[in-house]
């Protein structure tokens, strides 16, 4: 049994007029309560995590050499913004590659236009719909050599998978668990996935994923997107962008 | 109390409640979208449409962490009580938050992608079987599904159609809803919080709640220790003229012995509204009245005054000197029990 309590309690009825004796007890509850939601609601705010330097801008147009395996790749003969030799990765608007467009292209020169993403080492054209926003160029008299790739050895990462797109800075923030299902419908998409390494390799913190016959890997990675993991596998550097060709089976969370 | 459905049954104490909680919950959302957002340290700004997510989200989380935490502080001081009254809009408007935090993500992580933004809710992340990276999406979609529910059956026409036991039985399903909702955040925005600061804000929320219901468990009536058919309430003189003290008669029933003046007069502890404790309550115009929605019944009958046709159980008592003992047996709600004279030392 439990005591029947002060029997000079004021007794709330809610239909009835507050008890005066309970009003200040109210107030007081009701003044915390707003200022327990603006208080919490500032730090939560406040202490959101960097989403990195990863930004988007205006329309870009490059001239180059389009690669198909494992990703859509540009390597850029003539730009405004960026200098020759440059590797662009290519995307499509929103979550779309641009595979279907790229394919019956692949070592062919072509004008590539779209919205840029550029964070740290990775540089990323998000094509326009349609032949503007990628198309070949007619009556180019050679088509560039593309720099034969460069073998870098056997390496054991540990790193984060993203979709290069948002962690480029298409999302901010374009990384981590909460982003994870974004990341993945992306790479469905046909959007290239990068390894965001720990460590710099030749000097480098983002590589290129490939399988380890240098074709797409896509499949292979949803389920470790978005963690930290480890993984082995070849790199190899084509012009001034690393190829992690990785053993899919040597994925593990990272510990 | 009512002879009819309405929508909303609306009085004084109502539009304050509301007004409170309205003022609460868009302070939090400007606060959150303006203020603190503004003074975030980042390089390049969050998107704005995945910081409205997050404010959202995280205030729907801390909307229903009070709202769990209002019951069991209702327990432990009766002040709180208010706080309970009108906890349905805190519950509808939680859900309303909640939804709104949905939206936004179904419009923003899972748009714009070859896959419709439903079916990719669903498949864009299928690793059930990891614990890092599982997909906590599923986990915030049935949280909200479950209030969903109790919102659309927070209402006196679901309560009194499904019955009180029922209602109550389904309305606790907040519990699991709060347990998915705790894992959804864990799983997910937790993961990549850089500052311990929301750790500790959200860690705190869920160690409040635990520790107040832990603390208002240990508050309750203890089992009556014998098997015979009458259960020792208590001493007369302990309870003051218009409050009731509960004891619990069966794991499941308890029975709250109320004086009126010089009688005593027992009924069940469970208003038959929503289960409010009777025993908290009080006898106000001669009516006993519950603390949670001002539910009244007669003490010897346990009727509620015409035209209301609410009904709990009586029970019968007797005294053995001044010890009340109260009858394991319910009688039918609504059963005239005469009531009982208080000793002559006590009145």
């Known amino acids: 049994m439990n005591d029947a309590g002060d029997r000079s309690e004021p007794f709330f009825i809610g239909w009835a007029k507050a ?69 662009l990765l290519l995307s499509g608007n929103a979550k779309f590659g641009v595979q279907d467009r790229a394919s019956a292209l692949d070592g062919r020169l072509v004008q590539v236009s779209g919205g840029p993403v550029a964070r740290g080492d990775l540089d990323m054209l998000r094509l326009r719909n349609g032949p503007d926003g990628l198309s070949l160029v007619e009556g180019a008299p050679a088509t560039p050599e593309v720099p034969e790739p460069v073998p870098l050895g056997r390496w054991r990462l540990t790193g984060e998978i993203c979709d290069g797109q948002c962690y480029g800075g298409a999302m901010r923030p374009g990384t981590g668990l909460a982003h994870r299902a974004c990341a993945n419908l992306c790479l469905i998409g046909g959007v290239p996935p990068v390894f965001v390494s720990t460590q710099a390799v030749a000097g480098e913190e983002f590589l290129l994923l490939a399988d380890a016959e240098g074709g797409p890997v896509t499949d292979a990675v949803l389920d470790h997107v978005a963690m930290l993991v480890d993984v082995e596998g070849e790199v190899e550097r084509r012009g001034d962008l690393l190829v992690f060709r990785i053993d899919p089976a040597s994925l593990q969370v990272a510990p | 109390m009512s002879v009819k459905y309405v929508p909303v049954q609306w009085n004084p104490n109502k539009y304050v409640y509301d007004a409170v909680l309205l003022a609460s919950v868009v302070l939090y959302i400007f606060v959150f979208l303006e203020l603190g957002t503004a003074a975030a340290d980042v390089t390049q700004p969050i998107n704005g449409a995945i910081v409205r997510m997050r404010a959202f989200g995280s205030c729907a989380f801390l909307m229903l962490s009070v709202i769990l935490a209002i019951g069991p502080l209702a327990r432990l001081d009766r002040r709180f009580l208010p706080l309970l009254y009108n906890r349905r809009h805190f519950g509808v408007m939680t859900f309303a938050v909640a939804l709104t935090h949905a939206v936004y993500v179904l419009g923003w992580y899972f748009a714009f992608s070859p896959t419709d933004p439903l079916v990719a809710l669903l498949t864009a992340n299928t690793a059930y079987g990891q614990v890092l990276g599982f997909p906590f999406e599923v986990l915030g979609i049935a ?176 005294l053995e000197g001044r010890t009340v003992l109260v009858r394991r047996t319910a009688h039918p709600p609504g059963t005239r029990v005469e009531p009982t004279p208080l000793p002559e030392d006590v009145a």
């Open chain 1, 19 to 87: 008890p005066t004796g309970l009003r200040p007890f109210l107030i007081g509850v009701g003044l915390c309560l707003v200022v327990l939601f603006g208080g919490v609601g500032f730090i939560a705010a406040a202490t959101q995590a960097d989403p990195g330097s990863g930004r988007g801008g205006r329309g870009e147009t490059a001239i180059g050499v389009l690669t198909y395996d494992p990703y859509p790749l540009l390597y850029v003969t003539e730009s405004e913004r960026y200098p020759t030799g440059h590797t």
């Open chain 2, 143 to 318: 949280a909200l599904l479950v209030l969903a529910i109790l919102a659309a059956t927070s209402h006196d026409f679901w309560l009194s159609f499904l019955s009180p036991p029922l209602w109550k039985a389904l309305h606790l399903l907040i519990y699991p809803a709060y347990a998915a909702a705790v894992a959804h955040v864990a799983l997910g925005y937790l993961q990549d919080a850089t500052n311990p600061a929301f750790a500790l804000l959200f860690g705190g929320a869920v160690l409040t709640v635990g520790a107040l219901h832990l603390a208002a468990w240990l508050r309750a009536p203890a089992e009556p220790t014998t098997a015979d058919d009458w259960v020792m309430a208590g001493d007369a003189g302990d309870i003051p003229d218009g409050r009731a003290i509960v004891v619990r008669i069966s794991p499941t029933e308890r029975a709250a012995v109320f004086r009126n003046g010089r009688t005593l007069s027992a009924v069940s502890n469970a208003c038959a509204h929503q289960n409010g404790p009777l025993g908290e309550g009080r006898i106000v115009y001669g009516c006993i009245t519950c603390p949670w929605h001002g539910f009244q019944y007669r003490p010897e009958d346990g009727c509620s005054p015409a035209p209301f046709t609410e009904k709990v159980p009586t029970y019968d008592l007797k």
